[in-house]
């Protein structure tokens, strides 16, 4: 009885022990999980509201109904009612505005207190149709990405640039084209393999054809 009552016990306390054991693990793996999307989040934050160093580092929050009722740009450009009339800069800076945008809403859902508070003060200036700089924002992002990274802060004897919205990349037209001609070049090859493999096909029943009862005159054909 001694014996068994040990055994017993044993096997309750090593239950125990793997079941806290798994609970602890799956809520590290759970922990872990959300971290991993919260700085991938952050960072991608980061790239757009500071991957630019030069140009002009501010995000016009003006809009194109906006610049059509200052009269900007002058009446040919008022009178154009579709959005791709906007020359390349209002459409390059629209980019960046959405983009912005985005990427506040990212940091007030996910960031620190301080970067929410930067965050909500750069939204309201959107809002309110001022220049918005990102600079603060994107030095506190600097700085808790590195630190949740285990990173060595940067060396305060360094002097980094101002840093302002990422450039929009090319506008997908050009991908599109390519893929467009890429599904045509691959329905062309498949059209072309359909033709080869018709030519084949009756190319073999007709050399079978031949080989059985071969027609008068057929050899010359």
């Keep these: 009885m001694t014996v068994l009552g040990l055994g017993l016990f044993t096997l309750i306390g090593v239950g125990i022990r793997l079941l806290v054991m798994m609970t602890i693990q799956q809520r590290?793996?759970?922990?872990?999980?959300?971290i991993n999307e919260r700085l991938r989040t952050l960072i991608a934050a980061y790239k757009t509201l500071g991957g630019s160093f030069t140009g002009d580092l501010a995000?016009?929050?003006?809009?194109?109904?906006?610049?059509?009722?200052r009269g900007e740009g002058g009446a040919e450009e008022a009178e154009a009612p579709a959005p791709s009339a906007e020359p390349g800069g209002s459409e390059r800076a629209r980019r960046i505005r959405?983009?912005?945008?985005?990427?506040?809403?990212?940091?007030?859902?996910?960031?620190t207190e301080e970067q929410v508070r930067l965050a909500e003060r750069a939204a309201r200036e959107l809002i309110g149709g001022r220049p918005v700089h990102?600079?603060?924002l994107v030095v506190s992002l600097r700085d808790f990405i590195r630190k949740a990274l285990d990173l060595a802060p940067?060396?305060?004897?360094?002097?980094?640039?101002?840093q302002g919205p990422a450039r929009p990349s090319a506008s997908g037209g050009g991908?599109?084209?390519g893929?467009?001609?890429?599904?045509?070049?691959?329905q062309g090859g498949g059209g072309g393999g359909m033709g080869m493999g018709m030519g084949?096909?009756?190319?073999?029943?007709l050399g079978l054809a031949e080989g059985d009862e071969p027609p008068s005159g057929g050899r010359h054909g």
Excluded: C, F, W, Y
């Design 179 to 186: 893929e467009r001609g890429g599904g045509e070049g691959r």
């Design 59 to 69: 995000v016009d929050p003006s809009h194109l109904r906006d610049r059509r009722r």
């Design 98 to 111: 959405d983009a912005v945008e985005g990427a506040l809403s990212d940091i007030v859902l996910l960031g």
């Design 28 to 34: 590290n793996q759970r922990l872990n999980r959300q």
């Design 200 to 205: 084949m096909g009756m190319g073999g029943g």
């Design 175 to 177: 991908r599109g084209k």
């Design 154 to 162: 940067i060396p305060p004897e360094l002097t980094i640039p101002m």
């Design 134 to 136: 990102t600079h603060e």
